[in-house]
Each structure stands twice: as C-alpha cells, then as structure tokens.
C-alpha cells in the first residue's frame, strides 16, 4: 500500500494525449494506493462548476469511478482551478483540502500546499491571487456567460504565457525564508507543494531535520510522489 501525490497536471481538452495518460495512470497506480492526493493546478483552467463539456465530464467521471470503489481523493485549488466548488466535489467525490493543510502521513507531519504563496517575491502575482480569491469578485465572475468566462480565461492564459523571462522564472520560484517560515509555523517535518515546475526531493539538516519536496508538472512527462508506510518514498516520471 502506498499514498500518491500529483500536481500541475494542466488538463485541458486541447491535449487529449494529456488526458489519455492521466486515465492509464488511474489505471495502472491506484489500484493498490491508500490515497490520492492533487494539490492543484489539475486542470489548465477551470471557469466554473457549470461546463458540462465531454472534457469535463470524462474527468469527473474517472474521479468518481475511483471514490466510488473508497479510494479517498483529496484536491487543493490551484492557481488555475480555484474555482472548483461544491458540485464538481459532490460529482467527483473529491474531498476539498485547504491551502495549507498539515496531515499524519504513515507517522510523519506532513503539510501539503499548491505551492503559489510561496513565492512571496510575485508581488504582482499575489495582488492578483488576493483579488481573485475574493468571494465577491467570485460570484461577479461566476455571474458571467460560460463562453464569456472561457473568452477571458484564454486572455489571462496567454498574458501568462508571454512572462517567460529569466526575472520572471526566479520571481516565480518557493523563496527559503517563506518555505522556512511555514515549516516552523506548522512544525512540519516535510513540506509537499507543487505550483513552480522545480521536481526535487531536499533535505535540511536543522533542528529537526526535515524535507521538501516538489512535485513536477505533466507537460514533458507524467511525475507522481509515491510515499510509503515505511517512510520510504520516490518521485516517479513516466513518458
């Protein structure tokens, strides 16, 4: 038995192959898994609970095949799927984490976060994040036609896509002090997060000891964290 962990998968129906390789990976690795946990980013974009497109649908429906059958999947939003709600849970079955969350994995505390806040020198980022994590502007938001929501979420997309310079990539990366900070704050002996496409398993000799690891993005290949009850773990890449 083991527990897994994905992030930044970045589904979206212009990428079947993507979609394709995540079902053959529902396939092959859960069969024997305790749990599955995906701390956000899952999907490309997400505009809200209400599309009902064949995309949409396949994944909800692979979700529930696995919950249906008591594998407990647990999701953390994302930058680009925040806007997951209460119907895409109750249709999945997916229980919703907050960002940060610390849980008991196999005896050691472990805190899983999607990664953003952690790059606390994206000023320009975390002003957006703040904005658009507001309830207010939320419903304003969800208020819209879906073909709207969709037209400026392809918009926001391809303004991110520009920012792909050298000073972005570093105002993008986890900064140590604020990794630091939550680890002290949650007394955490390991640290899970996606968001910065930065695969690594670290470990810090301070007082105690912990680790941080990061999970990878599945626009090269597909990774997952794969933890077990002996403590043992691995990131594992598959094409």
């Known amino acids: 038995m083991y527990t897994l962990f994905i992030s930044d998968l970045h589904l979206a129906p212009t990428h079947p192959e993507l979609i394709n390789f995540f079902l053959s990976f529902l396939q092959s690795k859960t069969k024997q898994a305790d749990a599955l946990y995906i701390l956000g980013d899952f999907f490309e974009v997400w505009v809200g609970d209400d599309d009902k497109s ?98 400026i979420a392809r918009y926001l997309r391809n303004k991110s896509s520009q920012q792909t310079n050298i000073e972005y990539l570093n105002l993008s990366d986890a900064a140590p002090t604020a990794i630091l900070e939550v680890i002290q704050q949650y007394q955490a002996e390991q640290l899970i997060h996606g968001h910065t496409h930065r695969p690594c398993i670290q470990t810090y000799y301070g007082i105690p000891p912990w680790k941080r690891i990061v999970l990878s993005d599945w626009h090269a290949q597909g990774n997952a964290l794969i933890c077990f009850p002996d403590k043992t773990q691995r990131l594992l890449y598959f094409p």
């Open 54 to 151: 064949e995309f949409a649908q396949t994944i909800i429906a692979a979700l529930k095949s696995l919950t249906s059958r008591g594998l407990p999947v647990y999701f953390m939003h994302g930058n680009r799927d925040f806007l997951i709600g209460s119907q895409f849970l109750a249709e999945t079955g997916c229980q919703l984490l907050a960002d940060p969350s610390l849980i008991d994995l196999y005896g050691v505390p472990t805190l899983l976060m999607h990664g953003d806040t952690l790059c606390t020198q994206d000023m320009a980022y975390l002003r957006f994040r703040e904005k658009a994590r507001n309830p207010f502007y939320q419903r304003l938001f969800l208020s819209l036609p879906l073909f709207i929501r969709n037209r």
